[in-house]
């Protein structure tokens, strides 16, 4: 990516598709040129929460809500240290933000941290041929970047593409770091950072937990060193299909029979380590109301999700891996994408979207009360005898 500043307001800028559709606009953020792949998100609000999520890392948002920016941005609702997309899609961009919480426009944000991005432009067009073709790869061009369409093109098609991406390194914490317990400090968990949001140990710590959250590389040995109660594999960008480091890491969790949840990417690390396999999506689900029912209750929860690919088990029958036996508890109710897994033999379960739910909704918060759950019934002295 490279890109300047100057003239944003301005600059005529172009978005080329990888199959040859091409969309004219103005310059929104930073003046230049950007890579990644062409998603779509659903979300009328949150967009703050969106930009700032490591799932999205090398990813091209479009957001389906015409009128983007409203509300600023704020020192608050961040779910990492930085924006995270590879570039940015809007119709409307507000002029003026109007919020109590606003501290400057997300424009001005976009700038800031270098952030290439185009409006002005029929996002509804691009979502239906997103959603007729799939996500693709994309390029973003303005200012002095912009040349003849058969060379931007050939740029866009030249770019990597997310099949086969190993990202999760590339967004997770250097250092191990802890998130204390908030009120009386009931478990310890160790939280593998895969492309965590930092809602996610905050959920935890309301429910009493010290989360400590580990690099991506880490081992099954620095999992035990900080002697979990349980232990968490968070979302992330990228292929799980590269994840093998991860997913030998689960495995070795499993075999303690820890208690554990995952999210998002740790959905999908789950299934691989169980022996499932993972595909990606046409186009995937990106957004705060996607329906879902977890299928040990009957209930339908309306649900936040950022993933591109999704784990391949079987909806009608309870399946037997080298962990005991297993089965999706959770599907979703628009295309019966598996939305999660559980062990019936021990203490281990999955979900494909955001309990965190940031920004909201809040349907899905029991799941850190059901993980909660399994550490009371499972203590650390009978996983060590």
């Not at 600023?72 to 995270?84: K, L």
């Not at 690390?269 to 595909?279: P, S």
């Amino acid at each position: 990516m490279t890109t300047s500043t100057r003239g944003a307001a301005k600059a005529p800028a172009v978005l080329v598709l990888e199959d040859g559709r091409i969309f004219r606009g103005r310059a929104y953020g930073a003046v230049g040129e950007t890579f990644g792949e062409a998603v779509f998100s659903t979300g009328m609000t949150g967009y703050q929460e969106t930009l700032t999520d490591p799932s999205y890392h090398r990813q091209v948002v479009v957001m389906t809500a015409p009128h983007v920016g409203n509300t600023g941005v704020n020192d608050e609702d961040a779910e990492s240290s930085r924006i995270w997309v590879a570039g940015y899609v809007v119709r409307d961009p507000a002029r003026v933000p109007s919020n109590w919480r606003s501290r400057r426009s997300l424009d001005e944000e976009l700038v800031q941290q270098g952030v290439v991005g185009i409006s002005g432009i029929d996002t509804r067009a691009l979502t239906r041929h997103l959603r007729e073709r799939g996500a693709m790869r994309v390029g973003i061009f303005s200012g002095a970047s912009v040349a003849d369409d058969a060379t931007l093109l050939a740029r866009v098609q030249e770019a990597p593409q997310m099949k086969g991406a190993d990202l999760s390194a590339e967004v997770s914490t250097k250092e191990t770091y802890v998130v204390p317990a908030i009120g009386e400090k009931k478990f310890t968990v160790a939280a593998v950072d895969l492309g965590i949001k930092g809602m996610t140990p905050h959920r935890m710590a309301e429910r009493g937990i010290e989360v400590h959250v580990l690099p991506a590389t880490a081992t099954v040995e620095d999992v035990y060193a900080v002697n979990p109660d349980g232990v968490f594999f968070s979302n992330g960008p990228g292929d799980p299909a590269t994840a093998d480091h991860a997913v030998s890491v689960m495995q070795g969790v499993l075999a303690r029979k820890t208690p554990l949840f995952g999210i998002c990417f740790g959905n999908q690390i789950l299934g691989r380590a169980l022996g499932f396999g993972t595909y990606k999506l046409k186009y995937g689900h990106r957004g705060i109301n996607q329906p879902v029912q977890d299928r040990t209750t009957g209930k339908v929860e309306i649900t936040a999700h950022n993933h591109g690919f999704a784990v391949d088990a079987p909806l009608d029958k309870v399946s037997e891996t080298p962990y005991g036996r297993a089965e999706v508890s959770h599907v979703c109710l628009n295309d019966n994408v598996v939305e999660g897994l559980q062990l019936l033999d021990q203490p281990a379960f999955s979900v494909q979207y955001h309990p965190e739910a940031a920004a909201g909704p809040h349907d899905a918060a029991y799941l850190f009360d059901r993980f909660t759950s399994l550490m009371n019934t499972v203590p650390m002295e009978a996983e060590r005898a």
